[in-house]
């Protein structure tokens, strides 16, 4: 089973960016297609973004023109781009595929905090 394992989180002002990294314990282009989704705190996890194999993406209206997903299948790794970051944005970061059917186990995912 392939392990996805998230990074680049932290903490940034209003405005900010930062880019997210999803490394993947084997082939990701054989996973298909790959997402990034959050879980803001006491809200349902929500996908943000969405990438297939070949590059064609999708993204949730509420990012839309300020995230972007990209993938590496060389170097099995998902990124997100996230600039012009709002305080709604704060949420912990999740890579998996997509759909992500229930049953679906979940990484540790990363933090992002945006506050001023």
């Known amino acids: 089973q392939v392990q996805l394992v998230e990074s680049g ?8 960016s930062l880019r997210l990294s999803c490394a993947a314990s084997g082939s990701i282009f054989r996973l298909g297609v790959m997402g990034w ?7 349902e996890r929500e996908l943000v973004a969405r990438i297939t194999s070949g590059g064609s993406t999708n993204y949730a ?39 992500a059917l229930r049953g679906l186990t979940w990484g540790q995912g990363t933090q992002v905090t945006v506050a001023s």
């Open 9 to 16: 989180g932290g903490l940034v002002q209003p405005g900010g």
């Open 37 to 43: 989704y959050r879980q803001a705190l006491g809200k």
């Open 61 to 99: 209206e509420s990012v839309k023109g300020r995230f972007t997903i990209s993938r590496d299948n060389a170097k099995d790794t998902v990124y997100l781009q996230m600039n012009s970051l709002k305080v709604e944005d704060t949420a912990v970061y999740y890579c998996n595929i997509w759909p």
